[in-house]
């Protein structure tokens, strides 16, 4: 008997606790919810000599008072903003650009490009794979596909020019649109060379290349080559190209990275999947709001997607504890939202029958005794 009634109390905390997380499970979601320190990341980037996408990274979270307000995250950022703009690391971007034909430094990307924009490039192409076929060495098929449709698209753009040039201007769009399926089929061919190609993608390009031959139509391609120039001209948007597993996901890629351009590249980083799934609500939850999820990670993410924009908004608001991970109140959040719902139900059973006025358990037990005997 001394110890019955602080073995109930305290069965009644921990069943009011477990009734707490199951009706403000919202808010317990919200609780646990722990802001990215984006220092390490950075730090590894930095490492790894990355810097234009160190750089892309910690910015992103640099307008965040956590991060924007830290000494430590401005000296970072600083230094890395330093090196990019030094003139030895722009001389070898340029460098890397020209000899590699990929960069991930705006200089190098536009001397990757320059080459390949022009009729020079695909017919470069086409006379080195038809060495390789002559000596008896492998043919990249691929890379013969991509040159095959690269003339096709530059003699479009030749015609669509000389048109636009004819009419006063009247058939500019179509020289745009020229202009838009060349560009595709170079960041193809850049994302072959640095191995971020999807196979559905190439299997695409070599049918297309096929109908070329056959009819002059690219086919189903020409209706992707404007979501592949999305991403190509979005920093960051060969990776996101190499994620896709079909049409319809590089139409959602391309959506996702018109929408949020520049930060398109760390919000997929974060977020992933969920970043591109919930960006597809921008016009009602806000991009604002969405980049303020993503700052608590791909759970901030879900969160948002789940409570909508003002309730996120407001209750991320409230939040003193919302800093770095590691917070022992979003551990402790984490923790009960782990436990199973039918684990915190029992706990609730277990306090309402240890509790009850015994007359009502006799009652109930003599009504459920009673009951069989009477059928």
Same mark, same amino acid.
């Given at each position: 008997m001394l110890f019955r009634l602080p073995f109930k109390l305290t069965i009644l905390l921990v069943a009011l606790v477990a009734a707490s997380v199951i009706w403000q499970r919202t808010t317990f979601m919200l609780m646990a919810l722990t802001r990215i320190d984006p220092r390490p990341e950075t730090y590894a980037l930095v490492e790894e000599e990355q810097y234009a996408e160190a750089a892309n990274y910690l910015g992103f979270f640099m307008p965040y008072d956590y991060v924007g307000d830290d000494p430590e995250a401005q000296v970072l950022y600083q230094s890395i903003e330093d090196q990019r703009s030094d003139w030895r690391y722009q001389l070898n971007k340029l460098g890397e650009g020209l000899l590699k034909g990929s960069s991930d430094e705006?200089? &190098?990307? %536009?001397a990757s490009v320059t080459s390949d924009f022009f009729?020079? &490039?695909d017919l470069r192409d086409l006379a080195y794979q038809g060495l390789n076929l002559a000596q008896g060495e492998e043919v990249d098929e691929f890379l013969v596909a991509l040159a095959t449709l690269g003339l096709v698209a530059t003699s479009a753009q030749v015609i669509s020019t000389m048109g636009a040039s004819a009419t006063a201007g009247a058939a500019t769009p179509a020289v745009a649109g020229t202009t838009i399926? #060349?560009?595709?089929?170079?960041? =193809? @061919?850049?994302?072959? $060379? %640095?191995? @971020?190609?999807?196979?559905? =993608? @190439?299997? /695409? %390009?070599? +049918?297309a290349a096929r109908q070329v031959r056959q009819t002059?139509? *690219?086919g189903q391609l020409r209706n992707m080559l404007g979501d592949i120039n999305s991403l190509a001209k979005t920093r960051g948007g060969l990776n996101m190209l190499a994620n896709t597993q079909n049409a319809t996901e590089l139409r959602r890629m391309a959506r996702f990275a018109d929408t949020f351009g520049s930060q398109s590249a760390t919000l997929y980083r974060v977020g992933g999947k969920a970043a591109v799934d919930i960006s597809q609500r921008s016009a009602t939850l806000g991009k604002e709001t969405i980049l303020l999820a993503a700052t608590f990670g791909k759970t901030g993410l879900r969160v948002l997607d789940r409570v909508g924009a003002l309730t996120f +908004? $407001? =209750?991320? /608001? $409230? /939040?003193?504890? *919302?800093?770095? #991970? &590691?917070?022992l109140l979003a551990l402790i959040a984490k923790l009960l939202l782990a436990l199973p719902v039918w684990l915190l139900y029992g706990v609730i059973a277990?306090?309402?029958?240890?509790w009850a006025p015994r007359w009502l358990m006799s009652a109930l037990k003599r009504r459920l005794w009673l009951r069989p005997q009477a059928e």
């Open positions: 705006t200089i &190098g990307q %536009v009729v020079i &490039g399926a #060349k560009s595709s089929l170079i960041a =193809l @061919k850049t994302a072959k $060379r %640095v191995g @971020k190609l999807p196979g559905w =993608l @190439k299997t /695409s %390009v070599m +049918t002059g139509n *690219m +908004t $407001r =209750l991320a /608001s $409230r /939040s003193t504890k *919302m800093v770095y #991970k &590691g917070d277990f306090a309402a029958w240890l």
